[in-house]
């Protein structure tokens, strides 16, 4: 599905990504994990090209997104992301911004759009909110708003920044709830995340990032129980 | 106190139209503001370079020169240049036009630029094209930003509009003087239109606190 060969990425003179390559099977759910600082939020965003890697390929559906001939826009139409502040459009209801992308950039019509719309309210539990702002919903809500309207889009693949992390504690779960569903409709995804229980219970795969460096990868079990370096046993001794 | 109105009470009509004559000259030259100004933004913030210099040589040179010079140099100079015979009104608004496209464009960059990054990246991410992410996204929360030193600049631009009066265009400013010339007294005129301009302004200004507070209460944030 996605193919990560040889991915580096400098910000000046320092160098946030070392030579990473992986590639992301249709279905898999991948948790990123690692230090803060580590490079997570780097990686996850040269997949849609938020971030222009210094070298190496992005390879999404046989395309290269790094080659400058590759329609940016259109790719990036199949991949959903997630922020950890949501950035949701403040002046646009809720439902305007599920709607908005897909007739706005996609160019589906208005009827379809917001059928789809309120039946993705309705899984994430929002549907009564549909003409709400978003600045009066909850943070819990509000993420559920965001993927939500990342899924109007229809991606193949969804991209998660530490979805949990601007949250109160009481609204991790309705969140980590939506995206358990997620995960179980066979959606393919890459979740940055601090949430190990998450990790460990949906996730395939475990991508341990250190110093901008792919330092083990391996499945969740295997990972939690027997880490193979010092620094990923280092990491999950603090954080567990 | 030497004061007599009485004497202007016959040319208060002929003042009066000078408010019309004012009033659609800083529209005319505020639409032309507002739109150069908007293109000149969107070059101060794209990526191309040759844009970004354009916009800061341009806003350099209509801030760091007098805007009576400007007013002047289009006034005297494209007829000797072009032999084309511009109409006073028409090189007073094409000089104040571009003059405020200068300020304009910087009260719009700034207010587009402290829109959160992360609105812009959300819009990308979801395969929004650049022209629509601005114009349906950024720029109507930009507005919010920007309403305000628009404002001032509207008033500014009122105000300094009498400067017109220099090239014979027969706005408020002149209208007064040419009164004066007649009756042989230029305070009474004077202090007449200078009432004029303070009523407009208080009611741009009064119009721009209404508007704030619009938004304000439409701004679910
Ligand atoms: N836009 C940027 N410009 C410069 N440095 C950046 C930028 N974004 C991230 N960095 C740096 O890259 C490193 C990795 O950041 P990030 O990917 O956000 O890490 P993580 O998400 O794992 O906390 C950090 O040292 C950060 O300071
Ligand atoms: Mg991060």
């Known amino acids: 599905m996605i193919k990560v060969d040889n991915l580096t990425k400098k910000f000046g003179n320092n160098e946030v990504l070392r030579n990473i390559s992986t590639e992301i099977a249709q279905g898999e759910v991948v948790s990123i994990i690692?230090?803060?600082?580590?490079?997570?939020?780097?990686?996850?965003?040269?997949?849609?090209?938020?971030?222009?890697?210094?070298?190496?390929?992005?390879?999404?559906?046989?395309?290269?997104?790094?080659?400058?001939?590759?329609?940016?826009?259109?790719?990036?139409?199949?991949?959903?992301?997630?922020?950890?502040?949501?950035?949701?459009?403040?002046?646009?209801?809720?439902?305007?911004?599920?709607?908005?992308?897909?007739?706005?950039?996609?160019?589906?019509?208005?009827?379809?759009?917001?059928?789809?719309?309120?039946?993705?309210?309705?899984?994430?539990?929002?549907?009564?909110?549909e003409a709400a702002y978003p600045n009066s919903l909850s943070g819990g809500q509000k993420q559920r708003v965001a993927i939500a309207r990342a899924l109007a889009m229809e991606p193949e693949l969804m991209l998660f920044d530490e979805p949990t992390s601007a949250l109160d504690p009481e609204m991790v779960k309705e969140v980590l709830d939506v995206m358990k569903d997620l995960a179980k409709s066979g959606m393919t995804m890459v979740v940055v995340t601090h949430e190990m229980g998450f990790a460990r219970e949906v996730a395939d795969r475990i991508l341990f990032l250190d110093h901008g460096v792919l330092l083990e990868e391996g499945n969740p079990v295997e990972f939690f129980s027997q880490p193979k370096t010092a620094r990923a046993k280092d990491f999950l001794d603090k954080i567990l | 106190m030497n004061l007599d109105f009485s004497q202007i009470t016959p040319y208060i009509p002929f003042m009066l139209e000078g408010i019309w004559v004012t009033l659609k000259f800083v529209a005319v030259a505020l639409i032309v503001g507002f739109i150069l100004g908007t293109l000149l933004a969107l070059c101060k913030i794209s990526n191309i370079k040759p844009l970004n210099w354009f916009a800061i040589a341009y806003t350099s040179i209509f801030r760091g020169t007098p805007l009576i010079l400007q007013l002047m140099t289009f006034y005297f100079a494209i007829p000797q240049l072009t032999g084309y015979d511009i109409s006073p009104f028409l090189s007073a608004v094409l000089a104040f036009g571009l003059n405020s496209a200068a300020y304009i464009s910087e009260i719009i960059r700034a207010g587009i630029q402290a829109v959160d990054k992360g609105q812009t990246e959300a819009a990308m991410a979801l395969g929004v094209p650049?022209?629509?992410?601005?114009?349906?996204?950024?720029?109507?929360?930009?507005?919010?930003?920007?309403?305000p030193s628009l404002m001032n600049e509207v008033i500014t631009l009122t105000k300094e509009s009498a400067l017109v009066s220099t090239i014979s265009v027969l706005d408020l400013m002149r209208r007064a003087q040419v009164v004066g010339a007649d009756i042989y007294r230029n305070f009474e005129p004077l202090l007449f239109v200078g009432l004029i301009y303070w009523i407009m302004v208080f009611g741009l200004s009064t119009i721009g606190k209404v508007l704030e507070r619009r938004l304000k209460v439409s701004d679910q944030s």
């Open chain 1, 34 to 129: 690692g230090p803060s600082g580590s490079g997570k939020s780097t990686f996850l965003r040269c997949m849609n090209m938020l971030e222009t890697p210094t070298s190496g390929k992005i390879v999404f559906d046989q395309q290269d997104l790094t080659d400058s001939k590759t329609p940016v826009n259109k790719m990036r139409q199949r991949i959903g992301m997630v922020f950890q502040h949501f950035h949701l459009f403040p002046h646009l209801t809720v439902l305007e911004n599920l709607t908005y992308a897909p007739l706005k950039a996609k160019g589906v019509n208005k009827q379809v759009a917001q059928e789809k719309a309120r039946e993705l309210l309705k899984r994430v539990g929002l549907s009564e909110k």
């Open chain 2, 130 to 147: 650049y022209r629509q992410m601005m114009k349906d996204i950024i720029l109507p929360q930009a507005l919010k930003n920007i309403l």
